[in-house]
């Protein structure tokens, strides 16, 4: 595989970050769903229409857009094989012929003649090591007028379904550093005038970012044991406690369930999440 984000390469396709997110595909699936919601209605797919998915992970979005368009084609891309493999075998089982799948570097693939009508991500953008170099490959596979259309995360202090369990564990336990703001990572692209920067740069026009809320449920729902575990499972789980001793693993944990617990509904622990739905043409 051609790719010049060697270290995103090798955390997807290797280690415990990858295993999580297969183990517990269907989780973020349910927790993720509304965002897909946001993305397919945004990019107005159409039956008979080609649709690329960047980042596709383990397939949700790339299957969805299959339904839709029926005799047309669900192209999903991403860096991870074993995300790749488990998207193929759920596109398969689900009987979705019109899906395909390619383990590759959205920001220097050669897609050839195929042009898409539609490009997507829900949050699959937010890893390029040069963000203007990946939007203008990928504008260069979309046709003329083509619609784009993902999401990604406002800052950290806008989502409360990472302020309230961070706050709660940083009693215990110092929180990880962020990096730099425009690093490759959950917040590259939290600053709305440099995703209209990089987008214009990289060639597209009729730019639109709009700031979305919505109810997230924690971990897809369940309990709050659910919802701890989820989140002590994760990368930032995992970061946050590794080296930690199990005793004060276990006051941190035990704070976040109880911040955790005014927000438990019928559904699942659910709180507020910001994102940037972001649509432009081609």
Same mark, same amino acid.
């Given at each position: ?28 699936? $349910? ?20 649709? !690329? ?9 790339? $299957? ?82 083509? $619609? ?67 109810? !997230? ?13 989820? !989140? ?8 946050? !406690? ?41």
């Amino acid at each position: 595989m051609k790719t010049e984000n060697l270290e995103q390469a090798e955390h997807w396709n290797s280690g415990d970050e990858v295993g999580h997110w297969i183990a517990r595909q269907d989780a973020y699936d $349910r927790m993720l769903a509304p965002f897909a919601e946001m993305i397919v209605d945004a990019a107005a797919i159409h039956p008979g229409e080609h649709v !690329l998915d960047i980042g596709c992970g383990c397939g949700a979005t790339t $299957r969805a857009v299959a339904q839709l368009v029926g005799t047309g084609v669900s192209v999903g891309i991403d860096l991870s094989g074993p995300m790749l493999e488990r998207a193929r075998a759920d596109a398969t089982a689900a009987g979705q012929t019109n899906t395909r799948f390619v383990q590759a570097d959205a920001q220097v693939y050669e897609f050839g003649d195929e042009l898409f009508d539609a490009v997507i991500s829900r949050f699959g953008i937010m890893f390029f090591a040069d963000p203007v170099r990946a939007f203008a490959n990928i504008h260069g596979a979309t046709r003329d007028g083509g $619609r784009l259309a993902f999401v990604c995360w406002q800052p950290l202090i806008e989502n409360e379904w990472l302020l309230v369990p961070g706050g709660a564990i940083a009693q215990h336990v110092p929180l990880p550093d962020l990096g730099s703001p425009n690093a490759p990572g959950m917040f590259a692209f939290a600053d709305p005038d440099r995703i209209r920067t990089t987008l214009t740069d990289a060639g597209w026009r009729d730019i639109d970012v709009a700031s979305r809320h919505t109810p !997230l449920l924690v971990g897809g729902g369940g309990s709050i044991e659910d919802a701890v575990g989820f !989140l002590r499972e994760g990368s930032i789980g995992r970061a946050v !406690l590794a080296g930690t001793d199990g005793p004060t693993a276990e006051r941190a944990l035990g704070a976040v369930r109880d911040a955790l617990m005014p927000y438990l509904t019928a559904d699942g622990v659910q709180l507020d999440a910001a994102v940037w739905l972001v649509r432009a043409s081609a």
